[in-house]
């Protein structure tokens, strides 16, 4: 089992940034690939960036050239830096990792709200 933890969202300005952090705890060994999902009110839930122990990242249209994700496996974390956030970009954002049985792990969520 992995026991994920976020922690960082909150209330910006449109324009402004925020840093998304994800901790993760348990049988981290096992994991493959992990990332960042968000659901906005109404919405299906948005694969929106992801990374693999390899480091390769991969990004969603709609953040591509303003999120960025990163991970510091010595402990066990990664994080999701969001630049340029828009109003759209609201929403509860979710850190998830994949073992190598293609298990998904979630931590509890995060709100992101974009308003002036």
């Known amino acids: 089992q992995v026991h994920l933890v976020e922690s960082g969202g909150g209330l910006v300005q449109p324009g402004g940034s925020l840093r998304l952090s994800c901790a993760a705890s348990g049988d981290t060994f096992s994991l493959s690939a992990m990332g960042w999902y968000r659901q906005a009110p109404g919405e299906q839930r948005e694969l929106i960036a992801s990374?693999?122990?390899?480091?390769?990242?991969n990004y969603a249209d709609s953040v591509k050239g303003r999120f960025t994700i990163s991970r510091d496996s010595g402990k066990n974390m990664w994080y999701l830096r969001m630049d340029s956030l828009k109003p759209e970009d609201t929403a509860v954002y979710y850190c998830y990792a994949q073992n190598q049985v293609h298990l998904n792990f979630w931590g509890q969520g995060t709100q992101v709200t974009v308003s002036s």
């Open positions: 990374i693999l122990r390899d480091g390769t990242a």
